[in-house]
């Protein structure tokens, strides 16, 4: 068996002063790749930064996350205090543990059966004219996750989410870090915007305490506040509501659009969709279970385009990962998109091919999927999230018309990995 190295992994050396920042910048995928290629699995970013891409580390550093590593998505440098941090995370597991235990059939159904409403909303609200489909999906995902959230109090919500997001896009895009303190207009409307969706969440659950409690829990605030012994404090409701909002905006919306960009350019997959669509009788949401192709598309798509293409986590103390050793406050990054498209453990790893998700004898090799993430800190919204998007792509080819008026769509390795500049219109289908 191997030692624990004390040196460092290798990796480029970077220029004075900015390190390798200004090349990363310049293409990030590019440069990540080069790395791969001249260093391997694991090398160094900077003196604090190492990035993984072997799929078995980068799945101890997933289920170690909360006890060796702190999984963090502030877009702004803060001094961790490392109780203070383990304190946050331990309230969040807890109020996210209720949640979830919480939720029945009866709160994803009363969603489902509202989702449909808010998509056709969505694309009515498009008139027929050509649009940028990914706003429009966030329209759709800010609806969807405020309805799922707040249900009958998520009036104006999906507004206020929307300028949360656009406030983060300039900090999230920068490979920078910069204290809240600093004079700079991006910081001073993120704080704002912070704030205000605290206060609008706050103002819901008061608004919901001074009702009569629901006999079945219609939304995720009715389960958080039902939860039993102990009970969640306000601050912990807040910043689950205020964390899940966020997390179900940005992310499934990039999903969708990819999505969309997939049924539009791909007229054998469409087919595929809308017949599975047309098969199903009644207007009324299907199962997962009724749409298998459908799912087989999803899947590629998340595997092909993982929103979340690099993802990281901080260590909060002295540590290691596999052979090597990590200090206090090291940064681990690793990337979805480069782990979903490595020829190692993907057949033609490059071509979008649902067809590997229907038959049993092709599942993936351990650890090399993770649209969603894996351990403690994976991805709440899994089941919602697939939910979402194979109820969009069933809605949309069974009820309307896409026309893309763009014939590429380049990625955009922003904080997540954007379908740049897909524009299409949406049609009702004529019978
Ligand atoms: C296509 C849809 C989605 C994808 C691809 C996705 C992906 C992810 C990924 C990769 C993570 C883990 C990030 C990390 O390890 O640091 C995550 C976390 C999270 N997701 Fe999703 N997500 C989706 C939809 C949703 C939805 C619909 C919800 C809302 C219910 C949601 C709520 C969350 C929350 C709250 C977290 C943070 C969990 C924690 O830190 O404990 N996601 N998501």
């Known amino acids: 068996m191997l030692g624990t190295r004390t040196v460092r992994p290798p990796g480029p050396k970077g220029r004075w002063l ?12 590019a440069f990540l790749v080069r790395c791969r290629q001249e260093y391997g699995d694991v090398f160094s970013f900077d003196e604090r930064t190492i990035v993984v891409l072997d799929p078995g580390l980068v799945h101890d550093l997933l289920t170690r996350t909360n006890d060796d590593f702190h999984s963090e998505s502030v877009p702004l440098a803060t001094r961790i205090d490392p109780e203070r941090a383990a304190a946050d995370a ?6 996210r543990r209720k949640g979830w235990h919480g939720l029945n059939r009866a709160v994803a159904q009363a969603h489902a059966g509202r989702l449909r409403l808010l998509f056709e909303q969505t694309l009515a609200e498009t008139r027929g ?16 996750t405020a ?4 249900g009958a ?14 406030a983060i896009e300039p900090l999230g895009g920068s490979s920078q870090l910069f204290p809240a303190w600093w004079p700079s207009r991006h910081i ?40 039993g012994e102990p009970e969640l404090t306000e601050q912990q409701v807040q910043l689950l509501l205020r964390g899940i909002m966020l997390a179900a905006f940005g992310v499934p919306a990039t999903a969708l659009t990819w999505l969309v960009w997939t049924l539009a350019s791909r007229p054998d997959l469409h087919r595929r ?26 899947k590629e798509v998340l595997r092909l385009w993982p929103p979340t293409w690099l993802i990281g986590r901080t260590a909060r103390r002295g540590t290691t990962l596999g052979e090597w050793q990590l200090r206090p406050d090291d940064h681990v990054m690793f990337s ?12 033609d790893p490059d071509e979008l091919t649902p067809d590997r998700w229907l038959d049993p004898a092709r599942t993936p090799k351990r650890h090399t999927y993770i649209p969603f993430g894996a351990g403690p800190r994976v991805c709440v919204g899994t089941q919602l999230g697939m939910i979402q998007l194979c109820l969009a792509a069933h809605w949309l080819t069974r009820n309307h018309e896409i026309r893309p008026t763009t014939e590429t769509c380049a990625p955009k390795f922003h904080d997540l990995l954007l379908p740049q500049g897909f524009r299409a219109r949406f049609t009702p289908r004529t019978p």
């Open 129 to 144: 004219e050509t649009v940028d489909v990914l706003p429009v999906m966030e329209r759709f995902a800010g609806l969807a």
């Open 18 to 29: 900015v390190g390798n920042t200004l090349d990363y910048d310049r293409d990030r995928m």
């Open 147 to 150: 309805d799922f959230c707040l």
């Open 90 to 95: 331990q309230a969040w597991m807890t109020a």
């Open 188 to 227: 001073r409307r993120f704080l704002r915007a912070r704030e205000g969706t605290l206060n609008a969440v706050t103002e819901r659950i008061h608004r919901r305490r001074d009702k009569p409690p629901a006999d079945h829990p219609q939304d995720l605030l009715d389960v958080l506040l039902a939860a």
């Open 336 to 347: 979805p998109y480069l782990m979903h498209r490595d020829p190692r453990w993907w057949t």
């Open 153 to 166: 109090d998520a009036d104006g919500m999906a507004e206020i989410l929307t300028e949360n997001v656009r």
């Open 273 to 298: 969709v809308a017949e599975e669509a047309a098969a199903w009788p009644g207007e009324e949401a299907p199962p997962l279970s009724a749409l298998p192709q459908t799912e087989a598309v999803v």
